[in-house]
């Protein structure tokens, strides 16, 4: 009678112990899915990258420079400009225009006869600062390729940056799309293409706006043997799409891309679906799920500069460890810097010392807190949208400033 017992009590221990870990059930693939949100295609990606297309009329062209120097084979921010369009064209004092350097006709390499288009190199944004009847000065601002006399000028329409979860495709098969295509081209410079590319490298593949849009994710594979299955090698988000072909950053990649590899859309990322009944989040999970239900968070201040000084007081370190602080639990997050300066002085002089002032900023960012500074974008615009009444000084000292803004999450 009492091995009966023992052997039920033994049963029923074993029951309750079975049952309490069915509730604890869940899947291991669904726990690992989360991904970070981070800030894929940045103000750079935007306006200092290629674009194919079909040709462009080279309307507004630089036609020379306010202080011409033979020697000097090109301009960047600050410098003045003149353009062969003036009031009479329609143009105004603070118009603002994107540079372009316009290069050869793209033949796609694995089509014959077929062209892409006309290759386009983004060089500068510039401002209208006077204009004429028949010509106009321009500034150059936020520039990452030197401008020449020659290039062109078309109107700047702004871009949103993209600040989104990354894809990472694990599987070993191909998603199902019947989006797919090729890379036709490989980014150097003007006319002159790369045979090889890899992370944060931009190509162009032979995909138009017809079947792709910004922000799309694509996958690169290669088929090494028909018997074989892909080997996935990498992954890139659409920056600019044409009508035969889109401009690509590479995101990340295992191996080099070049000409020819496949690419294909990856699908848009599903919902998350509801857990099933009796099935729990894991805590990593669920700590992340609780932060990525949060709003995008931001911390902003000002530091403000005497007349004509560019460096840092001292009193403003404590101020700077707020963003320190804000940053210490942000796994992404972007600083953009803005520098101004009052009226006091020349315009060009102005300009430059609010550039100064901004790199000092990000120079002690990155030293003293460790920031990548690629995570940091730069903006300066002198006297220029100063928003205190600068014939007081009480107000105009608040102009000699660099506006520091701070997102993550």
């Given at each position: ?32 899915s ?10 750079t990606?935007?306006n ?43 143009l105004?004092?603070g ?85 797919k ?121 000002n ?10 007081n ?27 300066a009052c ?13 100064e ?44 400033r ?8």
């Open positions: 009678m009492k091995k009966i017992i023992y052997f039920f009590i033994i049963m029923m221990f074993f029951i309750v112990l079975f049952s309490k870990d069915q509730k604890k059930k869940y899947s291991i693939t669904k726990a690992y989360y991904k970070e949100a981070s800030l894929l295609i940045s103000e990606d935007l200092c990258t290629f674009f194919i297309r079909e040709k462009i009329k080279k309307d507004i062209v630089i036609i020379g420079a306010k202080q011409m120097d033979l020697s000097r084979e090109g301009y960047s921010n600050g410098d003045k400009l003149f353009i062969n369009k003036g009031s009479a064209d329609g105004h004092k118009d603002i225009f994107m540079v372009l350097e316009k290069g050869h006709s793209i033949s796609n390499p694995f089509k014959i006869l077929k062209s892409l288009g006309t290759y386009y190199l983004k060089k500068s944004l510039a401002e209208v600062f006077y204009t004429y009847p028949d010509k106009s000065i321009i500034t150059l601002i936020n520039g990452c390729n030197a401008v020449n006399i020659g290039d062109m000028l078309i109107p700047y329409k702004k871009e949103e940056i993209e600040f989104k979860k990354k894809a990472e495709y694990k599987k070993c098969i191909l998603p199902k799309s019947k989006v295509g090729k890379v036709v081209y490989i980014d150097l410079y003007t006319n002159f293409q790369k045979e090889i590319a890899s992370t944060s490298s931009y190509i162009a593949v032979d995909l138009g706006k017809a079947m792709v849009k910004k922000g799309d994710f694509l996958l690169f594979y290669k088929m090494l043997n028909k018997k074989l299955p892909p080997v996935i090698i990498g992954t890139g988000i659409v920056i600019n799409a044409q009508n035969t072909n889109s401009t690509v950053k590479i995101l990340d990649s295992a191996s080099c891309i070049e000409l020819g590899t496949l690419v294909i859309l990856l699908p848009e990322i599903e919902q998350e679906q509801p857990l099933k009944e009796g099935e729990s989040i894991p805590i990593v999970e669920a700590l992340k799920k609780e932060k990525e239900a949060g709003k995008i968070e931001s911390v902003e201040l530091i403000l500069f005497g007349i004509g000084e560019h460096e840092i001292e009193k403003y370190k404590d101020e700077l460890n707020k963003i320190k602080e804000f940053i210490s639990d942000k796994s992404q997050y972007v600083i953009i810097l803005r520098g101004y009226s006091i002085g020349e315009f060009e002089y102005n300009l430059k010392l609010s550039q002032r901004v790199e000092n900023v990000k120079s002690f960012l990155i030293k003293e807190y460790g920031i990548d500074e690629n995570l940091v974008e730069t903006y300066y615009y002198g006297e220029k949208e100063s928003i205190y009444d600068d014939s007081i000084e009480f107000e105009r000292r608040k102009n000699r660099v506006n520091i803004e701070v997102t993550g999450k």
